[in-house]
């Protein structure tokens, strides 16, 4: 497991400013190497979980557990420096933390914070500009001089540039024109795949990350309302509306093509190419008497 | 669904234009424009997308229209108005602007003071603003809220509240410039609805800066921005069937369009479903 | 608890006639209060100020002890105070000594004076922000400020500049708190660092900060114009100020106790 929270409750002292959800008794496990989808309604404590998986905030219950580093409510925490290079956590709107003169100073920032030689750095920055699907004639641009989308892929290659094993993102697509947010989208498929990084990404439009995700959190005032592969959630996915979330169009129409021929423990298909194979594998088969049977007997 | 936007366009045109556009011109550095010579026309009660990939201009554009932003050449007329020094006053009346980001246009302390900002501006007696504040709190279903500051609300809430203060100011024509794309999905659908509304009630026109293939679906008419010009004026239907101008605006198709167009390529022949339940019942009658 | 609460200090309902005043009366109440406060020298005066004081703070149906919450962030101040007094005043009767130190009757009055009257400045003047709501504060101090148009000065600038910097200093905070954890995800955590890295760390965080208030203010100036707004432009009020028999008698009130403890 990546990461493995038990019983992890955090609730904010009363001295803290910032009014920010609690989370009460939440039980999870992240597989290394998946790409798993967190989803809820404002307010329902996305963005304090996501915090408790670098050690920015600390559990006030239970026990978090972050690849081999331990951190147990009540207990002095061990050195987090480490653990923060290993686990890069993006946060909404990442570009606003760019600072620096160039790019490449900007993406040198974090490894240089975790004692790597500059020479080690700048080729760290490199590696992540390529994964980030950008020019590397870019690096020495001024950060603000970038198009939205360039300064969404380089702030988010900034946290790549440590290198981290699991990437945590709160909404990397938010406000990006569709066909960018598809291209972010598969960017990050391929760290998963491709380098076999764990990816974990808080959504508001799960639709476009369905097709991709191993595994959906579903969280619902603070707790962990479901849990589980995209496979278990698409054949329920009332359990979002009771969480406050609009059900995606593409599980919809999925639920809609598998209800109509009482399809269980079938693959989901949410790609609307997909399901058009599908529905057209199904016709071809309808007037076969075993569907027809099938569709009858139940 | 072509055939009825086309009906809605033809009623529309019969309207009187509230807002046009001749030759109208902008840059910040006047050798490099970002759009040039620019003539359009909208009639009263259209509900028109601007569509254009990020940095093509839209915002600039439609900012143009009450003066937020100087334009370089041309000419805007608004409700008859001819924009000019004397007249930025009275075309700012006729026109509400919602943003995108629903922290930075809440201007009060509290929902009431922002919807009262644009009122005490407009000098309106205290027993109409009382009335105002009633009619469109109860409307955008916020009356509950009046005494929350924005920290306590949630960017769907604070939309509304910005589109309350906008409505409350009885413009006629609304501009919403990405006012969706930082709200969740359950807040996005809300704002469509309250859209719809407005449409039914026949007394705005409405200007929609937006990237979502729902919100442009349900407009009337699209303007296509690109390469610092109109590259387009069409219904959303038109637009959905042109793939390059998709590409070019950094536009995808709706999901049942794209279903539809995947069936066709496996040989399904099936119209656009307007949902789930739509397609079931005809693929499988 | 919000930031927003705590920066405005906190509006507590309940409906009260000092809610209902006047806000340039309460305004002009509690300046006369600060005056009433330097005027009071001794223990019937001080006693006078007690019950006057207490008495008001429980006319306003807000519990006590709200009050006094908000003078508790200087009860150290409130200490230091008492014993530079008591230390340093060498006059009066001598009630005990210690070596060289030694405590006099004044110095143990005037420190204790002191307390009594810091105490009550602070939890009193709380009842201006407990009892008024923000928007109806800032047009309370334009009220008593208007006269100063004749002379030429705007004092709607002046709320307008008030009113929005309350509104976005949370909204800033808030934000600058978001950067701090990004940056510290990125290896730089201010509380982990020697003091002359956080110096250098402060940069990643000033910069951004900045540019995204600047951001925010391009965003605000627009909706405001398009709001219709134009500085120096007329304006109506909702709320309109109502000066009543009310708002006069809370300020005859102040003016009597001032005279009242100039006597005692």
Redesign the interface.
């Known amino acids: 497991m990546a990461i493995e929270l038990q019983q992890v409750s955090y609730i904010y002292s009363d001295r803290s400013l910032w009014k920010q959800t609690a989370l009460h008794n939440i039980d999870l496990s992240i597989p290394q190497g998946s790409i798993v989808g967190i989803a809820g309604a404002t307010g329902s404590g996305k963005s304090t979980l996501l915090q408790l998986f670098n050690g920015i905030l600390k559990p006030t219950e239970g026990t978090v557990k972050v690849l081999d580093v331990t951190l147990q409510a009540g207990e002095k925490s061990p050195k987090l420096l480490a653990l923060r290079r290993r686990v890069g956590l993006v946060f909404q709107f990442p570009e606003q933390q760019m600072f620096e003169e160039t790019v490449e100073k900007d993406l040198c920032f974090g490894p240089l914070n975790f004692g790597m030689s500059l020479e080690e750095a700048k080729e760290r920055a490199r590696k992540a500009m390529v994964d980030m699907g950008l020019d590397l004639s870019l690096l020495e641009r001024n950060p603000f001089r970038l198009s939205g989308g360039q300064m969404r892929k380089a702030a988010i290659a900034s946290v790549l540039a440590m290198d981290p094993e699991i990437v945590v993102l709160d909404e990397p697509t938010a406000t990006l024109d569709p066909v960018s947010r598809a291209e972010l989208i598969s960017l990050l498929e391929r760290l998963c795949r491709e380098q076999g990084r764990t990816i974990i990404i808080v959504t508001h439009r799960m639709d476009e990350l369905l097709p991709i995700a191993d595994r959906w959190i579903v969280l619902k005032e603070g707790q962990a309302a479901f849990q589980g592969s995209t496979q278990e959630l698409a054949s329920d996915p009332s359990i979002l509306e009771r969480c406050g979330i609009a059900i995606p169009q593409s599980l919809r129409y999925w639920r809609a093509v598998a209800d109509r021929f009482r399809l269980e423990g079938e693959v989901p298909r949410l790609t609307p190419k997909a399901l058009a194979e599908f529905i057209a594998s199904l016709s071809s088969d309808i007037s076969h008497p075993e569907i027809e049977k099938r569709d009858n007997h139940e | 669904m072509i055939e009825t936007n086309r009906l809605q366009n033809l009623e529309a045109s019969e309207q009187p234009a509230v807002i046009t556009l001749s030759g109208v011109s902008f840059g910040y550095d006047p050798k490099q424009p970002i759009f040039q010579d620019i003539s359009l026309t909208i009639a009263q009660g259209q509900w028109v997308s601007l569509v254009g ?3 093509c201009g839209k915002s600039t554009l439609v ?1 143009l229209l ?1 003066a ?1 932003l100087p334009k370089s050449d041309g000419e805007i007329v608004v409700c008859g108005l001819q924009l000019n020094e004397e007249n930025i ?1 009275s075309i ?2 006729n ?3 919602v ?3 629903p ?8 929902v009431e ?1 922002d919807i ?11 027993i109409e ?2 009335h105002r ?1 009633q009619v469109y709190t109860d409307k955008l279903g916020i009356a509950h809220l009046l ?1 929350k ?4 609300l ?3 809430q604070k939309q509304r509240v ?1 589109i309350a ?2 409505l409350a ?1 009885e413009p006629g024509i609304v501009i919403f410039d ?1 006012a969706s ?7 996005r ?1 809300e704002l469509l609805d309250i859209l719809q509304r407005m449409r039914a009630e026949g007394k705005y026109t409405i200007l929609m800066i937006t ?1 979502d ?1 729902d919100e442009i679906l349900a407009s009337d008419r699209v303007l296509a921005l690109y390469g610092g010009g109109l590259a387009a004026d069409m219904t959303p239907a038109e637009l959905f069937s042109n793939d390059d101008l998709l ?1 070019k605006c ?3 198709m709706p ?2 369009w ?2 539809a ?3 066709q ?4 022949n099936t119209d656009v479903p307007a949902s ?2 739509e ?2 019942e005809k ?2 009658p | 608890m919000s930031s927003e609460k705590l920066l405005l200090g906190r509006t507590i309902e309940t409906g009260s006639w000092v809610h209902k005043l006047d806000a340039r009366g309460k305004i002009i109440g509690m300046l006369l209060y600060v005056a009433v406060i330097l005027l009071s020298h001794s223990w019937p005066a001080m006693a006078l100020l007690a019950v006057f004081s207490i008495s008001v703070m429980a006319s306003t149906r807000i519990p006590l002890k709200y009050f006094v919450k908000a003078a508790k962030p200087l009860r150290y101040l409130m200490l230091f105070i008492f014993i530079v007094q008591v230390l340093s005043i060498k006059e009066g009767e001598v009630w005990l000594t210690l070596g060289s130190l030694s405590l006099h009757q004044d110095g143990l009055r005037l420190g204790a004076f002191s307390v009594i009257r810091m105490l009550f400045l602070v939890s009193f003047t709380a009842l201006l922000t407990f009892t008024t709501t923000p928007g109806k504060l800032n047009q309370g101090l334009e009220g008593i400020l208007s006269p100063l148009k004749k002379i030429g000065m705007s004092p709607d600038r002046l709320t307008l500049m008030i009113g929005i910097a309350l509104r976005f200093i949370p909204t800033i905070l808030d934000e600058s708190q978001i950067i701090m954890k990004a940056q510290a995800s990125r290896g730089a955590d201010l509380a982990e660092l020697p003091l002359k890295e956080k110096a250098r760390m402060l940069v990643s965080l000033l910069v951004p900060v900045i540019s995204s208030a600047f951001r925010r203010a391009q965003d605000l100036v627009y909706s405001m114009e398009a709001r219709g707004f134009r500085m120096d432009a007329p304006r109506t009020r909702y709320h309109r100020l109502r000066w009543g028999l009310a708002d006069t008698v809370f300020i005859c009130m102040f003016v009597v106790m001032g005279l009242a403890v100039a006597i005692l």
């Open positions: 990939a990020n940095g900012k009450n937020l006053g700012r009346q026109i509400g602007m943003f995108q980001n922290d930075n246009q809440f201007i009060g302390a509290t003071e009262l900002f644009g009122l005490e501006g407009l000098c309106l007696e205290p603003m009382g504040l005494d500051h924005p920290g306590e949630s960017g769907g910005a203060s906008i100011m990405e794309s930082m709200l969740d999905e359950g807040s659908n990237h293939a590409d950094n536009l995808r999901f049942s794209q279903l167009r995947e069936l390529k496996v040989g399904i789930e339940k397609l079931i693929l499988w």
